[in-house]
């Protein structure tokens, strides 16, 4: 028996809680949202193995259990091939779609601050702008968190996010950037 081929790839979470329960519910699919997973079927989701992950995947059973309903955190060893592609290509194209939002929204502040003169600005106005640039890195990071294959679009939307970043300082700064 081959050792290798015997360690868990895949980490699925089941399970099933009281009809009544539309919080949990909602607290439950909110928390493997988080974590990137991807929906196999109604109750069911799954997502690469990692020690970080199955110990959150126990976490969110236990939540489960504890709100009266049943969960199992189960490891996968194999996949046929097509499935694991589909859910792959799943979890990538759900990234891509995160980064291209991510790096348009950070665009469009770059932008927006190339415009600006500083004495046109009010210092409410430039609190807004450290706040939109703070919430555009927290996203960014949480998509990190979730991107399980290494996004090609993650360096591109790090770039933009940069460069917004880039522009609020010059403006910060009193410098106009070309």
Known sequence: ??????????LVLTWRLP???STAR????RSLRRLGAI?????????????QLLEQLEWIAEDIVQREGDAYVLPVTELPEAEEDQIRRRMSDE??????ELRE???GLARRLAKAELRDREPLERSQVGRELAALERRFASAVGRDHFASSE??????AIESAHSAG???QSGRRRN
């Open 1 to 10: 028996m081959k050792q290798r081929g015997n360690s868990p790839k895949w």
């Open 19 to 21: 009809a009544t329960s």
């Open 26 to 29: 909602v607290a439950t699919w």
């Open 39 to 51: 929906t196999l079927t109604p109750g069911a989701v799954i997502l690469p193995h990692n020690e």
């Open 95 to 100: 990234r891509r779609e995160e980064y291209s």
């Open 105 to 107: 929204a950070a665009e």
């Open 154 to 159: 993650r360096a591109r939307t790090k770039e």
């Open 169 to 171: 300082v010059s403006l």
